[in-house]
T-cell receptor, first 110, second 114 residues
Framework: GQNIDQPTEMTATEGAIVQINCTYQ??????LFWYQQHAGEAPTFLSY????GLEEKGRFSSFLSRSKGYSYLLLKELQMKDSASYLC???????????FGAGTRLFVKA | DTEVTQTPKHLVMGMTNKKSLKCEQH?????MYWYKQKAKKPPELMFV???????INESVPSRFSPECPNSSLLNLHLHALQPEDSALYLC?????????????FGPGTRLLVL
């Protein structure tokens, strides 16, 4: 089977740092994606990890541990526009299927 | 050009209507996808086309009929839909020859079935 877990909601303060966790169980793993989705809009790509470790891209960083089935997305210097849902998605081997988690709704307050 | 376009943006149709959703990309991607997303839920994969051939059909009802006329276009033909089919329909594409197969999403078509 396959399962992706992430918190439903998080709240953080403007200028702060927030970490959104994602755990997954899947048969066949070929990478993990993080997407940002504002209400009523399409998801936009943030990061991709296939090897263990930390990938940094500006204010956003993503970490992967394949042995633990665990990833996190780290957002620094939070801005109000970062209020959105953040989707963790796992790419399975043997094709193009990507399984999305339910998403974490992040609320950034002043 | 990293844009995936979708038309129309909004669509209202009755249960006896026939309509089509269109998706277009000019990034040279050879994989294209249809997803369905209900409110506050993650996207659910419906179909995948690879090199203009249907590769994956996630047991989607036959009232949804995909078509890939060429490498840049992807259509979703709708017929005899139900009110529960109302959702945001997202098209995406990816460069299948690369290891990092990031999917680029279009803005979606918001469908309401009455």
């Amino acid at each position: 089977g396959q399962n992706i877990d992430q918190p439903t909601e998080m709240t953080a303060t403007e200028g702060a740092i927030v970490q959104i966790n994602c755990t997954y169980q899947t048969s066949g793993f070929n990478g993990l994606f993080w997407y940002q989705q504002h209400a009523g809009e399409a998801p936009t790509f943030l990061s991709y990890n296939v090897l263990d470790g930390l990938e940094e891209k500006g204010r956003f960083s993503s970490f992967l541990s394949r042995s633990k089935g665990y990833s996190y997305l780290l957002l620094k210097e939070l801005q109000m526009k970062d209020s959105a849902s953040y989707l963790c998605a796992v790419r399975k081997t043997g094709g193009f299927k990507t399984i999305f988690g339910a998403g974490t709704r992040l609320f950034v307050k002043a | 050009d990293t844009e995936v376009t979708q038309t129309p943006k909004h669509l209202v149709m009755g249960m006896t209507n026939k309509k089509s959703l269109k998706c277009e990309q000019h990034m040279g991607h050879r994989a294209m996808y249809w997803y369905k997303q209900k409110a506050k839920k993650p996207p659910e994969l419906m179909f995948v086309y690879s090199y203009e051939k249907l590769s994956i059909n996630e047991s989607v009802p036959s009232r949804f009929s995909p078509e890939c006329p060429n490498s840049s276009l992807l259509n979703l033909h709708l017929h005899a839909l139900q009110p529960e089919d109302s959702a945001l329909y997202l098209c995406a594409s990816s460069q299948v020859m690369r290891e990092e197969e990031t999917q680029y999403f279009g803005p979606g078509t918001r469908l309401l079935v009455l």
